[in-house]
T-cell receptor, first 111, second 112 residues
């Protein structure tokens, strides 16, 4: 089963609205990362949050991490049509030396 | 900026053919990875390499092999392509094994 599970699987919003995506995982981690993928392209790294951090910001992105609940959320504020993409969380479990990706959330932002 | 390039964006091959997918990174990264991406299954790790001539199996290595003769280049080989290997193949590199990964644009492979 997947280490990281994103929720929801798909999300549709209007430009200007905020978009929130969640990621849950199963085992203890060193860090958690969020990536974006435009249709048919490679993934682009957005933000990395370490297990001892609770919140991190980057521009219009805000990521939170709750290690007690084994969950993370990605908030995109004031969304734009260009934010339309799939968003993946990736975890770095403590007992492995690789990243494990979730199945992603497809975000559609309508102009 | 890190640049990861993949030899082809689209590739069509026939069942039984030997297929080479090449990946090159220009940031002197130690670690390189090959994933395949299928709808509903997310990214699955095929092989990774943490040094020249070193390789480690990922979650789904069956039917694949890899080669890393030079630090900047990591090749994925399908010895005898099968239709169930039709997929999007993504290469990535990183400085540390669990740190930020930089991805190439992907190769969409169709095996007929």
């Amino acid at each position: 089963s997947q280490q990281g599970e994103e929720d929801p699987q798909a999300l549709s919003i209007q430009e200007g609205e905020n978009a929130t995506m969640n990621c849950s995982y199963k085992t203890s981690i060193n860090n958690l990362q969020w990536y974006r993928q435009n249709s048919g392209r490679g993934l682009v790294h957005l933000i990395l949050i370490r297990s001892n951090e609770r919140e991190k910001h980057s521009g219009r992105l805000r990521v939170t991490l709750d290690t007690s609940k084994k969950s993370s959320s990605l908030l995109i504020t004031a969304s734009r049509a260009a934010d339309t993409a799939s968003y993946f969380c990736a975890t770095d479990p403590r007992n492995t030396d690789k990243l494990i990706f979730g199945t992603g959330t497809r975000l559609q932002v309508f102009p | 900026d890190v640049k990861v390039t993949q030899s082809s964006r689209y590739l069509v091959k026939r069942t039984g053919e030997k297929v080479f997918l090449e990946c090159v990174q220009d940031m002197d990264h130690e670690n390189m990875f090959w994933y395949r991406q299928d709808p509903g299954l997310g990214l699955r790790l095929i092989y990774f390499s943490y040094d020249v001539k070193m390789k480690e199996k990922g979650d789904i290595p069956e039917g694949y092999s890899v080669s890393r003769e030079k630090k900047e280049r990591f090749s994925l080989i399908l010895e005898s392509a099968s239709t169930n290997q039709t997929s999007m193949y993504l290469c990535a590199s990183s400085e540390g094994q669990s740190e930020t990964q930089y991805f190439g644009p992907g190769t969409r492979l169709l095996v007929l």
